[in-house]
């Protein structure tokens, strides 16, 4: 799996989008950006994923630049619920039969202020 | 569905102290894993199952023992408990191929004294 960089903290008013952004500057062709978050003492919970194409559902976006190498995930109107550590983690998807682990990092802290 | 669900939500061993964590998942998810979070820390992968009667070590395996006998539940064993394995357990299970979205249960919260 590539190695993925993000900043330790952020800070986003609420009511305004949050950008949180990743850096995987070793990520192969076929290696996917996925993210996930975790809310103070729960389980992590997946948000969304993508390939080169920007994808958007109900709870974000990811905006995957040109080259691969960096990603921001957006989270379009911040509430205090969104506050948690946002993990993004690049890796192939699974072959069929076998599932292939998910290497959580450190993260970024995002805290939401009202 | 109920999803992933742990038991117990807290629990307090001495040390040299036997138990068992438990995790049950109704998704019918082949694949299913433990993993452990320690204060300020990522997950780190305990054991991992891809099926009933088939399961394997992760990063941090020492310590403890798993078992699969149905698709349903993946226990976690603690055979002598330490106050290094003082930590949040984790249980996931996900469908297996693709992109698979692993979902995690609430936790357990585990002190060894």
């Not at chain 1, 958007?56 to 630049?65: D, F, R």
């Amino acid at each position: 799996d590539a190695k993925t960089t993000q900043p330790t903290s952020m800070d986003c008013a609420e009511g305004r989008a949050a950008n949180l952004p990743c850096n995987h500057s070793t990520i192969s062709g076929n290696e996917y950006v996925y993210w996930y978050r975790q809310i103070h003492s729960q389980g992590p919970q997946y948000i969304i994923h993508g390939l080169k194409n920007n994808e958007t559902n109900e709870m974000a976006s990811l905006i995957i630049t040109e080259d691969r190498k960096s990603s921001t995930l957006i989270l379009p109107h911040a509430t205090l619920r969104d506050t948690a550590v946002y993990y993004c983690i690049v890796r192939l998807p699974s072959p069929s039969g076998s599932a292939r682990q998910l290497t959580f990092g450190s993260g970024t802290q995002l805290t939401v202020l009202p | 569905n109920a999803g992933v669900t742990q038991t117990p939500k807290f629990q307090v061993l001495k040390t040299g102290q036997s138990m068992t964590l438990q995790c049950a998942q109704d998704m019918n998810h082949e694949y299913m894993s433990w993993y452990r979070q320690d204060p300020g820390m990522g997950l780190r992968l305990i054991h991992y199952s891809v099926g009933a009667g088939i399961t394997d070590q992760g990063e941090v395996p020492n310590g403890y023992n798993v078992s699969r006998s149905t698709t349903e539940d993946f226990p976690l064993r603690l055979l002598s408990a330490a106050p290094s394995q003082t930590s949040v357990y984790f249980c996931a299970s996900t469908k297996t191929g693709g992109h698979n979205e692993q979902f995690f249960g609430p936790g357990t919260r585990l002190t060894v004294l």
